[in-house]
């Protein structure tokens, strides 16, 4: 059975006037610059604020539904309220949420990935993506001996300075295809980079 999907609008309520979306903006842009701590929701006029999710489909706070492309930039592979995750965080949460000590299910999911992955030997969590790319770059440069490494251009790869030039890179800024220009996210970077 086919989904239906619905019709798409070229006009959904968050850009009404009195859109709940612009409220919720404007107070968020009072604590949060641009209203939102992440920078690829940063649009004008302003980013579209999530309210529920289920399966691929998101409702934002006026109501209006969405296919979820994104998924948490790809981090949330089941979708949103999956009845197996739900059921999973719930039990854990009656467990504990976050404990500094290794645990059991830390184990269990090292030797998930290990044996899924027939070149992973052993496994080092971080707490971010940011974490996980600076650690893979230090343990790239003692392995190899060397300084430089590759990236994606125009790709995010964490707020580390050294993956921070070219994230936003457009073909009016490229440069020429032999000699590419370093495009920086932001100022504040590292001059070495």
Same mark, same amino acid.
């Given at each position: /059975? ?28 009072? *604590? ?14 302003? +980013?579209?604020?999530?309210?529920? #999710? ?18 948490? /930039? ?8 999956? @009845?197996?995750?739900?059921?999973? *965080? %719930?039990? @854990? ?8 000590? +290794? =645990? ?12 899924? *992955? =027939?070149?992973?030997? =052993? %496994?080092?969590?971080?707490? =971010? #993506? ?27 790869? #964490? ?6 030039? #070219? *994230?936003?890179?457009? +073909? ?11 495009? +920086? ?9």
């Amino acid at each position: /059975m086919a989904t239906q999907l619905k019709p798409r609008h070229s006009k959904d309520r968050y850009l009404e006037g009195d859109s709940a979306t612009r409220q919720m903006h404007a107070e968020a842009s009072r *604590v949060i610059p641009a209203g939102t701590s992440r920078l690829h929701y940063v649009f004008e006029p302003y +980013p579209i604020y999530a309210h529920r #999710g289920a399966g691929c489909r998101l409702t934002d706070v006026d109501g209006d539904e969405r296919i979820d492309c994104l998924n948490n /930039m790809t981090a949330l592979i089941h979708g949103h309220c999956d @009845q197996d995750v739900t059921a999973a *965080v %719930i039990d @854990q949460a009656q467990r504990g949420v976050s404990f500094s000590e +290794p =645990s059991a299910p830390e184990i269990a999911l090292a030797h998930m990935m290990v044996d899924r *992955v =027939s070149s992973v030997e =052993s %496994i080092h969590f971080r707490s =971010s #993506g940011t974490e996980a790319v600076m650690m893979a770059i230090k343990l790239a440069r003692s392995f190899t001996g060397r300084h430089a490494v590759a990236k994606f251009e125009g790709a995010y790869h #964490g707020y580390y300075d050294y993956v921070q030039m #070219g *994230v936003g890179s457009t +073909p009016a800024n490229w440069g020429e295809s032999r000699s590419p220009k370093s495009v +920086p996210s932001s100022g504040g970077l590292s001059p070495a980079v």
